[in-house]
Each structure stands twice: as structure tokens, then as C-alpha cells.
């Protein structure tokens, strides 16, 4: 239901955009079947002496973009003038109008360029993804789960997750991002942030700085593999400049020391990680409250007889056999697993069972 409303209101942006468009086409085409039938309607007297209705000089009016003027010849200038003029304006208005507006409504089925640039008119505030790679595809997929406007941009039509990105209706444009062209047709000036996360630094950087030129108060996301480098930008170029190596290092060498440990981050100097913890020795009859004061941990998440509560109520007093899901520093942690003497993670911690109480690793 929700989809079929999202889609419903994708076309109507998309309409509204396409008459905003044509908005010059519709008017000369209102002066055209308008403002010429009248003309004839006021000067045009037939033969045999008789002024034509409305209903007849639009007749002619239609019939002569196809040169086949429907009333008989006149000696009056102005009606030869009508009669010479409208034929060509007719046409041009015809082919610009008529045959662009079908070929932008059948080229959105194409993920053609103009459709792309069509359908970002409508958008306000959406962010722009560059690299439909693993990486960039996995953004994509977490902005739309938080009901975000998101255009893609790939330079290469062969990309590793281009078919599902367009057959999940995301609008992607095929285009290098070197071309002048390539992020205005994402309409970025009025986008809320740009995500560049590409495998290339020096694309990433100068898709960067090409956004900032566009929109200064943009929000810039740069995905960067030279870790100096990365800090270098964050520095001076006020962005957010993430290296995998930096993210990937810290998860890397826990899981090698403690396979409890199932995602970490840095927050500041600070190792924060998260991990799981049964309910076998220590925790049984302690309340989340007194988890969190005594040793610091931060309950993300409770499951109990495979139901998960997620943040679980100060005073929800822990029971033999719950997991919680505990965010912490190292320190603290190891503390918090010292309190518990457990030197294995509970037995059922898979990912397909427990399910939502694992967070998203990075990259």
C-alpha cells in the first residue's frame, strides 16, 4: 500500500515537472487554437457574405497544420497572412511539444538522461549518490528504508548492482561525472547532501568539490581509501571523509581477538564496539539500569523466548537465557565481560536467528 502511494506521487511530481517543462508549448498552443480562431471569427467574411462561427475557424484552424485549409480563399491580408503563418508555427509546435513530451514519458521507462533530469525537477532536499557499487548500492538501500528522495549516478552501465537499483525504480543516471552536465541533471543545487563513494579517490574528490561549487551548504559524504589522505579533507575541506581501511581496521582486529564483538566504531579516541551477552552467570536478576551504571553498557536491544525488544526499560530486570545487545567502550566492555565470566558468545548467535539486533557493518 505504502509502495503503491510512493509510486502514485512519483508520477504526479512527474507530470507536474513535465508541464512545468512544456509550460512555453502550452501556451503558444493556447494562442494558437485560441487567439487564431478567434481572428478568423472576427475578420473572415465567406463568399457570399457571411461571417463564420467559432466552432468553423477552429476547423480551419486545426486542419491547417495539415495544409488543408477547410474554408474557401478570400481577398482580405490578414486572413492570407493567418492562412501563410499558422501552417509552420503549427508544425514546430507540433514537433516540439507533441513529439518531445512522448519521447520524455516513453524515455523515463529508459532511464534516458533528460527523464532523469526530468523526474530530479520535482525533488527537494534528496541526496545524491555517486558509485553504484556495493557500497553505494548499500547507502541507497538504507536512505530509501528512511523514506529518502535518492538519484544515483554511475559512469559505467555494466555496474555490479545497476539492474537492481532500476528495477527497485531508483532514479540512476548513466553519465561521467567529469561532464559538466552530469550533476546538474541531478538537480544537486537543491539537494540536502551528495554521497561520493566511488572506488576512485581522485573522482570522489572532484565530484566533490563540483557539488560545493553548485551548492555551497551541501552536506558532502566522500568515501576515500588513502587514510591520510581522508583526514587531510576532513580537515580542511569540512566534509565527511571516510576511509574503509580506518572503518574496516578496528572490526578486523576485534573479530580476530573476540568473536563476540560484532561491530565496532570509533567515537573520537574512543573504541566503541557492540556485542552480545546471555543472561548465564552475573546478569540474571540485575535490571538494565544498573548494567548501564555499573559498567557503562548501553542496551541496544533485548531478546526473551524470540521476541527482541528494542531499548529495553531501565528497570526491565534481566532473566536466564535473555540476550542483550550492548553497546560499550573496550574497556568497559571487557569489564562487563569480566562481571559475566563468559569466554564464549551465546550459542544460537547467528545472524539468520537473531536478525534485527545486528547492525549494519560498514562498507
Known amino acids: 500500500m ?4 510512493r509510486h502514485l506521487r512519483a508520477n504526479l511530481r512527474y507530470l507536474r515537472a513535465l508541464l512545468r ?8 498552443a493556447a494562442g494558437l487554437f485560441v487567439l487564431g480562431p478567434l481572428l478568423f471569427h472576427w475578420r473572415y467574411i465567406g463568399p457570399d457574405g457571411v461571417p463564420i462561427s467559432f466552432g468553423e475557424a477552429l476547423h480551419h484552424v486545426y486542419f491547417l497544420l495539415y495544409g488543408q485549409p477547410s474554408l474557401p480563399y478570400v481577398h482580405d491580408w490578414a486572413i492570407e497572412a493567418l492562412n501563410v503563418v499558422i501552417p509552420p508555427a503549427g508544425i514546430a509546435l507540433v514537433a516540439d511539444g507533441v513529439v518531445r513530451f512522448a519521447y520524455l514519458y516513453f524515455a523515463r521507462h529508459k532511464n534516458d538522461k533528460e527523464w532523469i533530469e526530468v523526474v530530479t525537477e520535482t525533488m527537494k532536499g534528496h541526496v545524491v549518490v555517486c558509485g553504484a557499487g556495493r557500497v553505494g548500492y ?86 576515500l581509501f ?21 572503518l574496516a581496521a578496528p572490526a578486523m582486529a ?36 544498573a548494567i548501564r551504571d555499573r559498567f557503562g ?45 563468559e569466554a564464549d558468545p551465546p550459542i544460537f548467535a547467528h545472524q539468520d536467528q537473531i536478525g534485527p539486533v545486528w547492525p549494519r557493518k560498514a562498507g
Open 2 to 5: 505504502f509502495g503503491s502511494r
Open 21 to 28: 517543462r512544456f509550460r512555453t508549448t502550452l501556451v503558444l
Open 138 to 223: 548499500r547507502v541507497v538501500t538504507q536512505l530509501r528504508e528512511m523514506d529518502k528522495d535518492v538519484v544515483v549516478v554511475e559512469k559505467r552501465e555494466d555496474a555490479a548492482f545497476v539492474s537492481a537499483l532500476r528495477d527497485e525504480n531508483v532514479p540512476l543516471l548513466i553519465d561521467d561525472t567529469r561532464s559538466p552536465l552530469c550533476l546538474p541533471r541531478t538537480n544537486v543545487k537543491h539537494a540536502s547532501a551528495i554521497v561520493c563513494a566511488t572506488d576512485d579517490d581522485l573522482a570522489n574528490l572532484n565530484i566533490a568539490l563540483d557539488a560545493r561549487k553548485l551548492n555551497p551548504n551541501i552536506r558532502v559524504v566522500i568515501r
Open 226 to 246: 588513502d587514510e591520510d589522505l581522508s583526514g587531510k579533507v576532513r580537515d580542511t575541506f569540512k566534509a565527511e571523509a571516510l576511509s574503509s581501511s580506518s
Open 254 to 289: 576485534l573479530a580476530a581477538m573476540d568473536p563476540r564483538i560484532i561491530h565496532s566504531f570509533h567515537l573520537g579516541k574512543h573504541l566503541m564496539v557492540v556485542s552480545l551477552f546471555e543472561a548465564r552467570e552475573g546478569l540474571p536478576g540485575l535490571n538494565i539500569s
Open 297 to 341: 553498557g548501553l542496551a541496544l536491544s533485548l531478546m526473551r523466548d524470540g521476541h527482541e525488544q528494542l531499548h529495553p526499560v531501565g528497570d526491565e530486570v534481566m532473566r536466564a537465557g535473555d540476550v542483550l545487545t550492548v553497546q560499550a567502550s573496550y574497556p568497559e566492555y571487557c569489564r562487563l565481560r569480566a562481571f559475566t565470566n
